[in-house]
């Protein structure tokens, strides 16, 4: 009889767990895409943006082994072709400048400055980046012009994971999968702005997840022209535009 019972008890379980699994792979709750859609139309919506993102990106040493690389951002948009970015940290240290003709790399520690052209709108910029070098900003899909357009693509998941809290804030928890990633983001309750980003790629070895954490937004503020503009008050050497890490000397 306890046999019996226990088979029962157990084939209960497991179809109560089938179900949910089922679940979890044939819908796409509409509640985390409305809260997502909320979220991209926050920042589309408004004329220029401000924030801060602190990521943590996995890369490998020399030797195989794992290590966290933790740097700082601020970034400012404005309209679909301004984007400046200061980034410090354990990443290359440099600033940033696109004014919708050129795109401008400044690197503070060796005063030296590149410029290449660049196409006309922050989207295309992105694009071409990922294209050519395969990535680009960690948090590049907040920089979009619609955001949504581009998180819902090749989606197969998302989930309303529920409420949670950061910092003392508010959240909403979604979870998604799109095509080679499942990925994870937190939105304030209150401006419907994100908080934390969790990505995992599940087919690219060479980029295994990252996290990026969101904070001190400002939308819709006053911001000068020349923010965009790089201005080369430390008389910094022009050189080649390329990748800091590609060669000693070079932004």
């Known amino acids: 009889m306890r046999s019996k019972r226990r088979f029962i008890l157990m084939l209960c379980v497991g179809l109560i767990l089938t179900a949910a699994s089922n679940t979890w792979a044939q819908n796409l709750?509409?509640?985390?895409?409305?809260?997502?859609?909320?979220?991209?139309?926050?920042?589309?919506?408004?004329?220029?943006?401000?924030?801060?993102?602190l990521s943590m990106v996995p890369v490998k040493s020399p030797d195989g082994v794992w290590l966290n690389l933790y740097g700082s951002s601020k970034v400012t948009i404005q309209g679909p072709d301004k984007l400046f970015a200061a980034t410090a940290g354990d990443f290359a240290i440099r600033?940033?400048?696109?004014?919708?003709?050129?795109?401008?790399?400044y690197s503070p520690s060796k005063n030296l400055y590149a410029v290449r052209p660049?196409?006309?709108?922050i989207d295309l910029m992105i694009e071409e980046a990922r294209s050519k070098e395969g990535k680009s900003f960690p948090y590049a899909n907040i920089l979009i012009s619609e955001?949504?357009?581009v998180m819902v693509d090749n989606m197969t998941r998302a989930h309303y994971v529920g409420e949670s809290t950061i910092g003392g804030v508010n959240t909403k928890h979604l979870a998604f999968s799109n095509k080679g990633v499942d990925w994870q983001i937190w939105i304030?309750?209150?401006?419907?702005?994100?908080?934390?980003?969790?990505?995992?790629?599940?087919?690219?070895a060479s980029e295994p997840s990252y996290t990026v954490e969101f904070k001190n937004w400002k939308l819709n503020e006053p911001v000068d022209a020349k923010e965009f503009i790089f201005d080369n008050t430390t008389k910094a050497v022009q050189v080649e535009f390329r990748d800091p890490a590609a060669a000693k000397g070079r932004v």
């Open 29 to 53: 709750d509409k509640r985390a895409l409305d809260e997502l859609k909320i979220m991209s139309d926050t920042i589309s919506g408004a004329k220029t943006v401000r924030f801060e993102a």
């Open 147 to 149: 955001p949504y357009t």
């Open 95 to 105: 600033d940033f400048y696109f004014d919708g003709k050129n795109i401008t790399a």
């Open 188 to 204: 304030s309750e209150k401006d419907h702005l994100p908080l934390l980003v969790v990505a995992t790629y599940l087919d690219d």
């Open 118 to 121: 660049a196409p006309a709108t």
